[in-house]
């Protein structure tokens, strides 16, 4: 049946339905386009949820208009879907000052922040599905995970933050909400790295690159972008600022966090008797 939600939304259930939404337009995304993988997705994150109406026609990442599609394919009758549409916008206001995900959420409603920062964060989600966290010292160890590239010093720093930050038991969502924080406030460990990168690259002082450069760079750089993704991907960057040849290194960076994160896969083995030590996920 049609899911049903309160007229007013609490903290956890519009996080509830943001989280449904944007992982219903990342497997979009990954799939392609293709409606039936689409479904299957989101049928996963939540049995609710029937998607196989959904449309592939929109080439961006525009989630203001997936929205009102992902509410139209769940919800169906159109006095719902503004009732549902109403309820969910005005949670949105109610709590994105206490939540960064919902502040994400938000300025993506509205088109200040671009597909690729919210896209980023879905591979927090991704590599959480399998690392325990119920610790600080969990945590420490998922940012190790999670940025490579960082000095020993920048993950002491990050996990000094996120202790003071969550000061009950960590947990996935939590650790979601710190991290989106630090990636609106651009204090990303691999989007300030990568700024610098580009503009170590950037020999000619454009403060920009083309198409050509950035497929260039990208496959030298990132081990799980292909050609076609990092075209596309620059292709979509650039439509956002109405087809210009160059895009700003700042707009790149968030791209290129995407590219770069999707090589970041879990250890393959892990020691049983520290998964026995922690807590479950919660």
């Known amino acids: 049946g049609v899911p049903k ?3 007013r939304l609490t903290k956890d259930a519009v996080m509830q339905v943001i989280e449904e939404v944007l ?3 990342w497997a979009q995304i990954n799939s392609g386009g293709d409606t039936d993988t689409h479904a299957a997705a989101a049928a996963a994150a939540t049995a609710a949820t029937s998607a196989s109406s959904l449309s592939s026609s929109s ?7 997936f929205f009102y599609e992902w509410l139209d394919a769940v919800y169906v009758l159109p006095e719902t879907v503004v009732l549902v549409a109403f309820s969910v916008l005005a949670a949105v206001e109610e709590f994105w ?19 690729p920062t919210w896209q980023y964060t879905m ?5 959480l599905t399998t690392h325990p966290m119920g610790t600080t010292a969990d945590f420490n160890d998922f940012a190790a995970l999670l940025y490579p590239q960082a000095r020993e010093d920048e993950l002491l720093v990050l996990t000094s933050a996120f202790a003071v930050a969550v000061t009950d038991s960590p947990n996935p969502a939590t650790v979601v909400d710190f991290l989106t924080g630090r990636l609106l406030g ?3 460990l691999r989007l300030k790295r990568l700024v610098k990168v580009l503009k170590y ?16 760079m990208s496959g030298k750089m990132f081990t799980a972008a292909t050609a076609d993704m990092a075209a596309r991907a620059f292709d979509r960057a650039a439509a956002r600022m109405e087809g210009v040849e160059r895009v700003p290194i700042e707009a790149l960076a968030r791209v290129a966090c995407v590219l770069d ?12 008797g520290a998964l026995l030590r922690r807590q479950p996920l919660q």
């Open 186 to 188: 651009k204090d990303d």
């Open 123 to 127: 591979h927090y989600r991704r590599l």
């Open 59 to 65: 080439v961006d990442d525009n989630i203001h208009a």
């Open 5 to 7: 939600l309160p007229r």
């Open 261 to 272: 994160a999707a090589a970041v896969s879990p250890p393959a083995t892990q020691d049983p």
């Open 97 to 115: 000052m206490v939540s960064s995900v919902v502040a994400l959420f938000m300025r993506a409603m509205e088109g200040e922040v671009d597909g």
């Open 23 to 25: 992982a219903a337009r």
């Open 201 to 216: 690259k950037d020999t000619h002082h454009r403060g920009a690159f083309n198409r050509t450069e950035f497929v260039e």
